[in-house]
């Protein structure tokens, strides 16, 4: 059973990865895409909210007319490990087919969330659909994944910022930070 953990009962640990770095590796990353998609201009797909921060930076760095849309899943709720069951919680409003699709995701962990998305959106018939992944934590995954483009390999700690949250805190900082739990697990 997951346990519900409160930003209060989190403490903020080390930068993981600096905000330059971050930026660096994001205009690679744009640099690759803009490569890649040129002549078929992706649908760049931002999985809410963890990804919001990363969607909007990839987006400006990418040298082609990029279309957006948005859809928000929810595997952990509140809590902090994976339950292996994704929810739905805002559809896009996009129809994918035909379209070459690529997912913008904040960071897959045992990848459940990134495998059960790929199989809704192929149901809907895309021209292409890749994925995009800024952070992928080493050895963790439970399903079989598939990311052409991953943005830093990480140990598997938790980590906040740059989008990423524990009970909606700290998703505004610059940095990627560790975070400890004061009595709760969190990794
Ligand atoms: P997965 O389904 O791959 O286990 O988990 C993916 C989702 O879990 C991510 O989109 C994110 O919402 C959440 N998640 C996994 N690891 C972390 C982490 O270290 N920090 C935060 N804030 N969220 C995480």
Redesign the pocket.
């Known amino acids: 059973m997951s346990e519900e953990v409160g930003p209060e009962a989190v403490v903020l640990g080390e930068v993981v990865i600096p905000a330059e770095k971050i930026s660096a590796r994001v205009g690679e990353l744009a640099e690759q895409i803009s490569r890649d998609y040129a002549g078929r201009p992706p649908l760049l797909l931002g999985?809410l909210k963890?990804a919001f921060v990363f969607l909007a930076d990839l987006a400006r760095a990418i040298r082609l007319p990029v279309e957006l849309d948005f859809m928000a899943v929810s595997?952990?709720g509140a809590a902090t490990k994976?339950s292996g069951i994704v929810r739905i919680v805002k559809d896009l409003d996009t129809d994918l087919s035909g379209r070459d699709v690529l997912v913008v995701?904040?960071?897959?962990?045992?990848?459940?969330?990134?495998s059960y998305l790929r199989k809704g959106l192929l149901a809907r018939e895309p021209a292409s659909l890749e994925v995009c992944a800024l952070l992928v934590?080493r050895g963790q995954q439970r399903a079989p994944i598939d990311i052409a483009y991953t943005g830093f390999e990480i140990p598997p700690i938790?980590?906040?910022g740059y989008g990423?949250?524990?009970g909606e805190r700290w998703r505004n900082l610059p940095d990627i930070r560790a975070a400890r739990g004061e009595g709760v697990e969190l990794?």
């Open positions: 999985v963890g595997s952990y994976t995701e904040d960071i897959v962990d045992s990848g459940l969330t990134l934590k938790f980590v906040v990423l949250d524990v990794s």
